[in-house]
């Protein structure tokens, strides 16, 4: 099978090594000629602290060279600010065979998924168009630790395909059919991962953050559903399971980024250091707005965006949602 990646982003590259092998070509697809120019002329390919060994199951291409054929398998891994210019520059190599999935996660500046972008800007049914999210630290992937991941098409059966021909005994894949759910459940747990950096780094301890974790998985499911996603789907790998590695790990950006926070730092002087994308901060204003339009209660989403773009102080944060009023754990 064959596999092309738009997005030699630090997520594009790890899942090129990830599902490449005797049986899968990688075509990784470079838009900046000056990058591909750079690691066409090295011996390995550079993801931060890894050396990735050139791999012959790994094409570096240019986007003008790009050919998708008929019922090609795009995936799609690009910062999600950045994914309608992207859109914009392959539309033309997109034809009404080609499967799409979706790696990126956040929504679009009017608060839609992103396979609702994907589908309006490459005009394609939304059949085509599946979603990859779970557990996947890039940094224990590209060190060949086990990873599990859940691909989801509207279609069971185009899921269930697509599955056996990229599922490997690194990278397991496993297959469903709620699409937005896993969209969502993916996104918004960056957002409850800064929130536990902020904990973590004021050492208030474990129950504190598996509380909070509880709490923020109940308003994943509250803005998921409400969107018409399956609530089964927040208990899995794109939920849960994707919650819990983001919000435990120290390998996690967005998690790194509350810890950044409550040490004193800005979300522009952490970005400006670091240099990355945070989807968490992005998807904390995008989802307090959506969440305010729709009534939906989300205090967690609330707190984390004053913290990360109105500079509130951590400690107020948390005592104003220690201090809300008693409610039902369930409503």
């Known amino acids: 099978m064959i596999i092309n990646i738009l997005g030699n982003t630090t997520w594009g590259t790890t899942l090129a090594k990830a599902l490449s092998n005797d049986k899968n070509q990688v075509n990784l697809i470079y838009i900046d000629e000056k990058k591909l120019l750079k690691v066409t002329n090295e011996l390995s390919i550079k993801v931060h602290q890894f050396e990735i060994p050139k791999s012959k199951n790994i094409h570096h291409v240019h986007l003008e060279e790009t050919n998708l054929k008929n019922e090609d398998i795009l995936i799609i891994a690009v910062p999600s600010p950045k994914l309608e210019d992207n859109l914009n520059l392959i539309k033309s190599k997109v034809n009404n065979s080609t499967q799409i999935i979706s790696a990126s996660k956040g929504f679009d500046k009017e608060g839609n998924t992103l396979s609702v972008l994907i589908k309006n800007k490459l005009n394609i049914p939304e059949d085509n168009i599946g979603v990859l999210s779970g557990p996947n630290l890039s940094s224990e992937i590209l060190m060949n630790k086990p990873a599990t991941s859940l691909l989801s098409f509207k279609d069971i059966k185009k899921a269930n395909y697509i599955r056996d021909n990229i599922s490997n005994e690194v990278f397991r894949i496993y297959s469903g059919s709620d699409v937005v ?25 474990d129950n504190a953050k598996s509380a909070f974790i509880s709490r923020g998985l109940r308003e994943i499911v509250r803005f998921g559903t409400s969107f018409n996603a399956k609530e089964y789907t927040f208990y899995g790998l794109s939920g849960i399971g994707d919650l819990i590695a983001t919000c435990v790990s120290n390998l996690s950006r967005n998690w790194q980024l509350g810890f950044a926070l409550a040490s004193g730092e800005t979300l522009e002087s952490f970005i400006k250091k670091n240099k990355v994308t945070l989807e968490g901060a992005n998807a904390s204003k995008i989802v307090n707005k959506v969440a305010i339009e729709k009534k939906l209660e989300m205090p967690i989403t609330l707190m984390t965006n004053k913290v990360v773009h109105e500079n509130y102080n951590p400690v107020d944060a948390i005592k104003e949602f220690m201090g809300r009023n008693p409610s039902k754990e369930r409503n």
């Open 181 to 205: 759910g896993s969209e969502i459940g993916g996104s918004l747990k960056n957002i409850i991962a800064i929130g536990c950096g902020i904990i973590d780094k004021m050492q208030l301890g």
